[in-house]
């Protein structure tokens, strides 16, 4: 079964200017996740979806963030303009469903953005 | 609010030598609790958790975890660590519905010498 697929791997931008990261989730994963991993710290989620919709967005800064998971199976993360504090990894997860009983997420490799 | 402390940023441990990584957390109701492993250039993988029953968790890869409700601690140990095991491990305390409510720690970076 392949995994979640992330792509670019690595991003080095200016600040100010814009990126756009992609996530391709396991096969039939209703849920995805997009979070992000700052040196030294652990992961926090930005945004849930649940199919196309979306379950949880309170921590995504949306001055400048932006997500869309359209027809419900691949995700793109914007961000507009960049700042240095974005510098982090970008990881996306996917899981059959949201509840933590019976499945679990699956984590993608990650983009590491830095932004100079 | 929840929360998630891992004391030790980073360890060394010999090859064959066993490993413990100390978690403590805070949360109002009964935790669900999480160990993943991050190797370099690597996702997060799931190696246990606990949501209730035996305070004691089996994993995989030889880890196993015990859940210490008076102590608000969810350790995770190993008896012989082989070399593979160098990662970065994180601790994470789930909201209750939603794998999405994750509250990680800053994770323990785990180097394994020879």
């Known amino acids: 079964e392949a995994g979640v697929a992330q792509s670019p791997r690595y991003k080095i931008i200016e600040k100010r200017q814009s990126v756009a990261f992609w996530c391709n989730p396991i096969?039939?994963?209703?849920?995805l996740y997009w979070y992000q991993q700052i040196l030294g710290q652990g992961p926090k989620l930005l945004i849930q979806f649940q199919n196309n919709g979306v379950v949880d967005d309170s921590q995504l800064p949306k001055d400048r963030f932006s997500a869309e998971r359209l027809k419900g199976v691949d995700s793109t993360l914007k961000i507009q303009p960049a700042k240095l504090e974005d510098s982090a990894v970008y990881l996306c997860?996917?899981?059959?469903?949201?509840?933590?009983?019976?499945?679990?997420?699956?984590f993608g490799q990650g983009t590491r953005l830095t932004v100079v | 609010a929840q929360s998630v402390t891992q004391p030790d940023i980073h360890i060394t441990v010999s090859e064959g030598a066993s490993l413990e990584l100390r978690c403590n957390y805070s949360?109002?109701?009964?935790?669900?609790l999480f160990w993943y492993v991050q190797s370099p250039g690597q996702g997060l993988q799931l190696l246990l958790k606990y949501f209730s029953g035996d305070t004691l968790v089996q994993g995989i890869k030889g880890f196993e975890a015990e859940f210490k409700r008076s102590q608000s601690s969810f350790n995770l140990r190993k008896p012989s660590v082989h070399w593979s095991d160098a990662a970065e491990y994180f601790c994470?305390?789930?909201?209750?519905?939603?794998?999405?409510?994750?509250?990680f720690g800053a994770g323990t970076q785990v180097v394994v010498t020879p």
């Open positions: 994470a305390v789930g909201a209750g519905d939603s794998w999405g409510k994750l509250q």
């Open positions: 949360y109002g109701a009964t935790p669900y």
């Open positions: 096969s039939g994963h209703a849920t």
């Open positions: 997860a996917s899981s059959p469903g949201q509840g933590l009983m019976n499945t679990e997420a699956f």
